[in-house]
């Protein structure tokens, strides 16, 4: 697979987990455990990613 390629497929998902998260607090609704964890996950690959 083309690394470019899986660094894209990241950043989209980062996106879509990211706005997952912003709508339940915005609707006051408790985000569960493992879109937090998965948030952490693609968070710290993403932030690596910005640091090389």
Do not use: F, N
Request: aromatic share 0%; proline share 8%.
């Amino acid at each position: 697979m083309d690394p470019a390629l899986l660094v894209a497929a990241r950043a989209v998902l980062l996106d879509a987990l990211e706005s997952l998260a912003a709508e339940l607090v915005r609707r006051r609704l408790p985000t569960p455990p493992a879109l937090r964890d998965d948030l952490r996950l693609q968070r710290g690959i993403h932030g690596a990613r910005r640091l090389r």
